[in-house]
């Protein structure tokens, strides 16, 4: 099974949903090596004035990232979003992607992310400046819809495929619902019923087994993960793998859960350098760790390391411990 956004083929159906503060150049990097089929940055905000932050010049960083760039913008002024894909597309993005499907304070309370969606003829704009400025395939996501009295996530899906959007991602909750609830399907299946463009079912997706459900409900080409892959990466591997054969990948052993996990580390330090390496790789390991049994008061130790080295040579260590035991990750 293979999608396609414009001239990209997406040989796995399974993509890394665009999480701020997590899917950085070295997840998106991992994620992509252990299977996933299209993986999205983190928002970037559509105003360039801002881009010079630390921050901001990290997320626009796609050295090295193997192709199909895909860089996602958040903004609620069509000509700032516009602006924002052409610059992208000038420092190497290959595919634009729209975010309104996020509800973070930050980006709503400057109606944009998934406050856009209360607003159709102001979506309508933004989809076609941004759509009109740039020549590479332009995607869009979102919730399905403002609340659950106003889902109109049929509606803008068809004023997507209408504008050109190249596919859709739809995470199966309103903007009001924030994460409570389960997810919900009903919609994705209207909206892949309504429309002829690649649409990506998002929102709770967890396993091999639940990815097959979501693709045979709902009829889209391909799935979004987002926090299931948080300290789990190889899923996109094991999903890969279910979907070609129908069969469950085992697990991996401690030894590559080790040796993932300290690439990562890596990279991390590298990417950020140290301080902010050491900040940040604290939040990943906790979620490896969280995969694992036994591994709480280890995170307790680890979260007050400040050094590279220490913090590599100490998982190095924890794991030398358990792999001499014979455990095994989740
Ligand atoms: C920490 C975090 C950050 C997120 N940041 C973004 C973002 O920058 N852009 C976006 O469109 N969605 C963002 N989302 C939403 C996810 O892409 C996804 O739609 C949502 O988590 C539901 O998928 P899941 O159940 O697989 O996690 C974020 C979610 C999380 C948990």
């Known amino acids: 099974m293979s999608t396609a956004i414009g001239p990209y083929i997406i040989d796995n159906p399974v993509i890394l949903a665009p999480m701020a503060g997590v899917t950085d150049r070295p997840f998106r990097q991992l994620c992509r090596k252990l299977g996933a089929g299209l993986v999205v940055s983190e928002m970037v905000t559509s105003d360039t004035r801002l881009w010079n932050s630390r921050k901001s010049r990290l997320r626009l960083d796609h050295g090295g990232e193997t192709a199909p760039i895909s860089v996602q913008i958040a903004g609620g002024d069509p000509e ?14 290959q595919i ?32 076609e400046a941004v759509v009109q400025s740039v020549s590479v395939p332009v995607t869009l996501k979102i919730r399905t819809g403002w609340c659950p009295d106003s889902r109109n996530g049929v509606t803008v899906a068809k004023m ?22 389960r997810a919900e399907f009903d919609t994705i299946a209207e909206i892949v019923s ?6 990506f079912a ?12 979501v693709l045979d409900y709902t009829g889209a080409s391909a799935v979004m993960i987002g926090r299931a892959a948080q300290g789990r990466p190889w899923i996109f591997r094991e999903i890969a793998h279910y979907l070609a054969t129908g069969e469950r990948l085992p697990g991996p052993t401690l030894d590559e859960v080790r040796n993932i996990l300290l690439a990562h580390l890596g ?36 979260f007050q390391i400040e050094s590279a080295e220490v913090q590599h040579a100490s998982v190095h260590e924890w794991f030398e411990r358990r792999i001499t035991r014979g455990a095994q990750a989740a």
């Not at 209408?162 to 619902?177: E, F, K, N, Q």
């Not at 309504?194 to 649409?199: L, Q, W």
């Open 80 to 93: 700032m979003m516009a602006e924002a894909a052409r610059e992208n597309v000038r420092r190497g993005a």
């Open 96 to 127: 634009i992607d729209i975010n309104m499907g996020c509800p973070a304070k930050k980006v709503c309370k400057k109606a944009a992310g998934s406050a856009l969606l209360r607003d159709e003829k102001l979506v309508a704009d933004i989809l």
């Open 160 to 181: 997507a495929e209408d504008s050109g959007i190249a596919a859709l991602a739809v995470h199966g909750r309103t903007r009001a619902c924030g994460y409570h609830g």
């Open 194 to 199: 309504r429309v002829k463009i690649p649409v």
């Open 202 to 213: 998002n929102g709770d997706i967890t396993s091999a087994e639940r990815t097959q459900e």
């Open 267 to 302: 990279e991390l330090h590298r990417f950020y350098g140290e301080v902010m390496g050491v900040r940040i790789a604290r939040k990943h390991v906790g979620w490896y760790l969280k995969t694992l049994a036994d591994s709480e008061s280890f995170r307790k130790t680890f």
